[in-house]
């Protein structure tokens, strides 16, 4: 477990190093055979320490080794349970994927290029606000990521999920960047049509978006 854990540390710190989250802000998981990695409350996953890494039974989010986990837990184990195709969860708060989650008018189609659909989602669920590591915000998110890989949740931030790490990862920054574009723009932005995104899924043969 110990190479798993400093795996899982390096990962996290990636996370930290492209700006996903800030200081004590998101969380990170990961599946390892019945077990579940998940960064502890409190901990700041940019410069997350091996003392602060939560291990898990998937099954019953029994902790292992006595560091509790991310109060969003939850989710993270809820969404696995779902979804054995998934691997990884991470929740995060970027520079302006927030401050989308934070508009008055959120977005309802956020295909600004072609990344968003083949990585993103076609569709991205809208999640109302639920105070963080509430057991409501846990059942809207666990819902949502059944069918779909990435969720905005109002006034809070945004989770995505993949199969590994890279996966995750790219949707979390493709998400951002999506989001720069709707922020930067001032809200005067196109988006793909769904024949321009159908035509995207005859192109990359076998891509299976959600």
Known sequence: MDLHIEEFLRQAHRVGDADLTVCSSGNISWRVGEDVLLSGTGSWVPSLPKEKVAVCKLATGEVLNGVKPSMESGFHMGVMRERPDVNVVLHFQSRYATAVACMKETPINFNVTAEIPCHVGREIPVIPYYRPGSPELAAAVIEAMKGHNSVLLLKHGQVVC?????????????????????????????????????????????????
């Open 162 to 210: 993949g199969k590994d790490f890279d996966q995750a990862f790219e949707r979390a920054m493709f998400f951002e960047m999506a989001c720069r574009i709707i922020v930067l723009s001032g809200g005067d932005y196109t988006v793909l049509t769904s024949e321009e995104i159908d035509d995207l899924d005859t192109y990359i043969l076998g891509k299976k978006t959600h």
